[in-house]
C-alpha cells in the first residue's frame, strides 16, 4: 500500500541554524509533491509544490529537494527563527477514480528556540 | 480571490446526537471538495470527497456521510456520533481539472471545526 512517512519526532533547532524534514513514501510515482506548514488549531496552508522533473525548489529561506530515486524529499528552512515553529507536512497526489487525491503525511512538528 | 468558510468553529456534542458541518467556497466554480479529519497527534485523514455536485466518495467506512447540494457547498453529517469521532475536521477545496491536478493541484483549507464528543 501506498505510505508517506515523516519523522514523527519534534526537530528542536537554534534560532539561525537549518532546519531540515524528511518526506519518504512508498509505492508512489507522484507527478510533484507539496509541502504544507500548519500552525496549532489552523488549517494547513500551502508552502511549496516541487515536480518529479525538478531536482530542487527555492522560495525565499525555503528549499526543497525531490529525489524520485530515493523516493525521498528534503524540506530546508535556512537562517530558521521562532515564528518557523509549526508542524510541517507533505502531500503527495494519490490517483483515485480519475482524479488526483492529495494525500498527506503526519507532519513533524518544528520548534525553533531563540 | 477565493475564500472557504466552515462552521461551526467549535462544538461539544453527545454520544449518539447528530452531527452537520457545512462549509461553502466563493471565487471559483466546480471546484473539488474534501472533508479531512485530524484526530489528537494524528495525521489528516481523507473522509470524503466531491468532484461534482452530488458525486461524493468515501474513503473510510464510518458513520459519517457527506452532501454536496450546490457547487460550492459540502456537509458533513452523521445520525448519531461515536466518542471516535471526536476531532478537527476540516474542510478543503482545489481547482477541478484533470491536467492540473496532474502537474499540480493546489488544495486550500478552512479553518477547521472542532468537535468534541462526550
Known amino acids: 500500500s501506498q505510505k508517506i512517512e515523516q519523522n514523527s519526532e519534534a526537530l528542536n533547532i537554534q534560532e539561525g541554524k537549518t532546519a531540515t524534514l524528511t518526506c519518504n513514501y512508498t509505492?508512489?510515482?507522484?507527478?510533484?509533491l507539496q509541502w504544507y506548514r500548519q500552525d496549532p488549531g489552523r488549517g494547513p496552508v500551502f508552502l511549496l509544490l516541487i515536480r518529479e522533473n525538478e531536482k530542487e525548489k527555492r522560495k525565499e529561506r525555503l528549499k526543497v529537494t525531490f529525489d524520485t530515486t530515493l523516493k525521498q524529499s528534503l524540506f530546508h528552512i535556512t537562517a530558521s527563527q521562532p515564528a518557523d515553529s509549526a508542524t510541517y507536512l507533505c502531500a503527495l497526489p494519490r490517483p483515485s477514480g480519475g482524479s488526483y487525491i492529495p494525500t498527506f503525511g503526519r507532519g513533524t512538528s518544528l520548534i525553533v528556540h531563540p | 480571490s477565493q475564500t472557504i468558510h466552515q462552521w461551526p468553529a467549535t462544538l461539544v456534542q453527545p454520544v449518539g446526537s447528530p452531527l452537520s458541518l457545512e462549509c461553502t467556497v466563493e471565487?471559483?466554480?466546480?471546484?473539488?471538495l474534501y472533508w479531512y479529519r485530524q484526530a489528537a497527534g494524528r495525521g489528516l485523514q481523507l473522509l470524503f470527497y466531491s468532484v461534482g455536485i452530488g458525486q461524493i466518495s468515501s474513503e473510510v467506512p464510518q458513520n459519517l456521510s457527506a452532501s454536496r447540494p450546490q457547487d460550492r457547498q459540502f456537509i458533513l453529517s452523521s445520525k448519531k456520533l461515536l466518542l471516535s469521532d471526536s476531532g478537527f475536521y476540516l474542510c478543503a477545496w482545489s481547482v477541478d481539472r484533470l491536467g492540473r491536478a496532474r502537474s499540480g493541484n493546489t488544495i486550500y483549507f478552512g479553518e477547521g471545526s472542532w468537535l468534541t464528543v462526550v
Open positions: 509505492n508512489y510515482s507522484p507527478a510533484y
Open positions: 471565487g471559483t466554480s466546480n471546484p473539488n
